[in-house]
């Protein structure tokens, strides 16, 4: 499969396009370089751009083709997000908007989506299925559930299919 990894230079990100490479997979990153690191993406297209350079990321886009996107560029600290909401519903919301218009102007139909368990707030029960309410506490979550109901509208209205990652603590290390 040929994969376009927005964000693949952060930290998750990273690991997706090492894990990717490793089962064969055509891996093409997509990313403006702000927090990511370009040591752990080596051996592979990279495309540096803002997903908010609309003109650019249409430009780099045009005409590709891709069999999926795994989607993990985002601003992502919490506190941050309380500071600066603007800033993170530019980035996160209007940034995957912008991803998903190209992905329908190429035809490109099949994204994962990294978001966050942060869209469920503070929890109502102890064990938190994925019907849990969603009543995100911060910019940050309310970024990320914006973007989940946004793709499920597009899911809706077109022929495209969305899948959301909810992680509560990412930790690892890849050798």
Same mark, same amino acid.
């Given at each position: 499969?040929?994969?376009?990894? !927005?964000? +693949? ?34 051996? /592979? ?24 996107? @795994? ?5 992502? @600290?919490?506190?941050?997000?309380? $500071?600066? !909401? ?8 209007? +940034? ?12 490109? &139909? ?24 969603? &009543? !995100?506490?911060? !910019?940050?979550?309310?970024? $990320? ?9 597009? /899911? ?7 899948? /959301? ?11």
């Amino acid at each position: 499969m040929k994969l376009l990894i !927005p964000g +693949g230079a952060g930290y998750i990100g990273s690991h997706m396009v090492s894990y990717a490479k490793e089962s064969g997979h055509e891996v093409v990153v997509l990313d403006d370089f702000s927090t990511g690191n370009k040591w752990a993406v080596e051996d /592979c297209e990279i495309l540096r751009v803002n997903l908010l350079d609309q003109n650019k990321l249409s430009k780099l886009l045009k005409g590709r083709y891709f069999d999926g996107v @795994i989607h993990f560029a985002a601003k992502s @600290i919490v506190h941050e997000s309380i $500071k600066k !909401p603007k800033l993170y519903y530019l980035n996160n919301v209007v +940034g995957t908007l912008n991803l998903v218009n190209e992905m329908l102007k190429n035809d490109v &139909n099949n994204i994962v989506f990294s978001s966050t368990a942060a869209v469920f707030g503070n929890p109502v029960t102890d064990k938190i299925k994925e019907n849990h309410p969603k &009543n !995100p506490i911060n !910019p940050y979550g309310q970024s $990320k559930l914006m973007v989940e109901n946004m793709l499920q509208d597009i /899911c809706s209205a077109n022929d495209f299919n969305a899948t /959301c990652l909810r992680y509560f603590n990412a930790a690892g290390a890849h050798e």
